[in-house]
Structures are given as structure tokens and as C-alpha cells.
């Protein structure tokens, strides 16, 4: 991102980047938050970030976000940057800024006449922001979420996230049609979208991490300066609460998810990756990560 970012504020506290100096404006996204079956009002919604004010929201609380829709707008062009910045293992390489336009021929992005992808939508970046906060889309990960780059935050998920402060935000945008683990360019698909979600607060049921409840499996999002710090972030977290559940010692814990637990990756490119660890449901479910 261009470092010149401009933050707009709004009535209610939160400062959030403009992204129109890194992105074009066709990439605007709209979003739809509900809450008890009526929707927030979006406070902002500078290109591919939206914003919203969460009520009655404390420090002791919980927020579930369901992803009930994202819907990829086919008649704006999917894009891939590839800058020399985002890559570690090939710093000794020369590398250019290269930046790819798609099409879509249905349910696919057409990369050129001899390859294509489906899509598979997710969304990159999802977090609780407190008030008075600037934020953008470069922001370092924190246990309240961002970045994450998750491609299980997809239509069906629900994602559980810590609250730090009353009077928080919730911020979610960065849709790719596709993306793979690692987002190892700094990019997905990126892509114009609406998204519809629906947030609910858990009173005093908080939780440590970001946490993803899809399909039989629980996603742990950890956080770090290394693939290691990342992982022992979500890992710590995860084998407190066995610990707690089946009464384990610690090193008992962490051989149970030795044996039964995978480590994937989130993105790799910014200076906080994100690693995801899956936990099979017959294990662990959100109900226990709570208040661990």
C-alpha cells in the first residue's frame, strides 16, 4: 500500500484508510451487516473496506459474524498484483511489479486460454476494531482478527472474535472469487462483491483468538513475526482449552494435536502472517474455547 493513507473519521471514532491509492474505485464493495433480524447501519465504505458500529458491545464479550452471501460481481475484472516486496524465499531473485486483469466465464476466473480456476469466494480481511483506531488494509493481525486472509471465511462460516474495548467496530472487506493458502503473491482474486452478514453478541462469552466454526471442522487464527510465533499462538490457545476440557497436562495436550490436528497457512506476506489450525469437531467445538 502506498504509504501516503488517507484516514477518514467517523461521527463515532473509528479511522479507516481510504483505499483509492492502491486500488481502482470499480472495486467498491457493498456490504450488509443484520443484527436481530434488522440491518447496522455501514458507517463507511471507502472502496473494498466496510465498517460498522456494534451495539451493546463490552470487553468481556464475544462477536459472531455469520457469512451468509458473498456474491462475486462478475462485470468488474479480477485482479493479481505481483510485487517484489510480498516475497521472502525469492529475495535474490530480480522481480517487477506485475499486475494481471481476468475475466470470469461462469463459475470460473479465466487466467488465459490454457488455464483456469473455479471460484471459491472468501474474505481477507475481518476484524474487531476498538473506537478511536486508524485502520487499513495493512494493518498488523491482532488477536481481534485482520488480515487473516483465511480461505475458510467463506458463505456458511461463522467467525467468533475477541472483544478488547467497549464501543468496538467491526471491519470486514478483501473478497477474492479465489485464493490459495499462503496468498503467497500478496494476492488472491481480488474482486468487487457484496457480502451479507449477520453479527451477534455473545454476552461474557469471550474468546482468545479468532475463532471459525465451518463444515465438521474448528479453525484457530494465530498470529506471529514467523511461521513459528504464528503457530505457537494458535497452538497455546488451543491446548489450554484441552487441557481444560479432558483435564490433560499440557504436553498431553500437545500430542493430542500432534496426531490430530493440521497447521495451514493464512498469508505469508505481511509483516504478521496468519497460520490456521484445523481442529476436527469430534475433538473440539467453539463452545469451549470460550472464557479459556
Not at 474474505?123 to 482478527?145: C, F, K, N, Q
Not at 490430530?260 to 497460520?275: A, D, E, F, K
Amino acid at each position: 500500500m502506498n504509504a501516503k493513507v488517507l484516514f477518514r473519521k467517523l461521527g463515532t471514532g473509528l479511522k479507516i484508510a481510504s483505499q483509492k491509492q492502491c486500488l481502482p474505485s470499480r472495486y467498491n464493495l457493498r456490504v450488509y451487516f443484520l443484527g436481530n433480524n434488522k440491518p447496522f447501519k455501514v458507517y463507511v465504505c471507502p472502496d473494498y473496506l466496510a465498517a460498522v458500529k456494534i451495539p451493546n458491545l463490552d470487553s468481556a464479550d464475544c462477536l459472531a459474524v455469520r457469512i451468509l452471501r458473498i456474491d462475486i460481481d462478475k462485470s468488474v475484472k479480477p485482479h493479481v498484483t505481483t510485487s517484489y516486496r510480498w516475497h521472502h524465499g525469492l529475495g535474490l531473485r530480480k522481480m517487477k511489479r506485475d499486475v494481471g486483469y481476468f475475466g470470469f466465464d461462469g463459475n470460473r476466473v479465466v487466467f488465459d486460454n490454457r488455464l483456469s480456476f473455479p471460484i471459491v469466494p472468501n474474505i481477507g480481511l475481518m476484524a474487531v476494531v476498538p473506537s478511536g483506531e486508524e485502520y487499513d488494509v495493512s494493518s498488523p493481525m491482532t488477536a481481534g482478527g485482520g488480515n487473516m486472509d483465511c480461505t475458510y471465511l467463506r458463505a456458511g462460516s461463522v467467525a467468533y472474535f475477541p472483544v478488547k474495548s467497549s464501543g468496538a467496530f467491526l471491519v470486514a472487506g478483501d473478497v477474492h472469487a479465489l485464493q490459495g493458502e499462503g496468498e503467497v503473491c500478496g494476492c488472491g482474486f481480488e474482486s468487487a462483491a457484496s457480502l451479507v452478514l449477520r453479527a451477534r453478541v455473545l454476552k461474557k462469552k469471550n474468546v482468545r483468538l479468532p475463532v471459525i466454526d465451518f463444515g465438521e471442522k474448528v479453525y484457530v487464527v494465530g498470529s506471529g513475526s514467523d511461521l513459528k510465533a504464528a503457530s505457537d499462538d494458535a497452538l497455546g490457545y488451543a491446548a489450554d482449552v484441552l487441557c481444560k476440557k479432558y483435564e490433560l497436562t499440557l504436553e498431553r495436550a500437545l500430542m493430542v494435536l500432534s496426531v490430530s490436528s493440521n497447521t495451514r497457512l493464512g498469508q505469508i506476506v505481511c509483516p504478521r502472517i496468519s497460520v490456521v489450525l484445523e481442529i476436527p469437531k469430534t475433538l473440539l467445538c467453539v463452545e469451549d474455547f470460550f472464557n479459556v
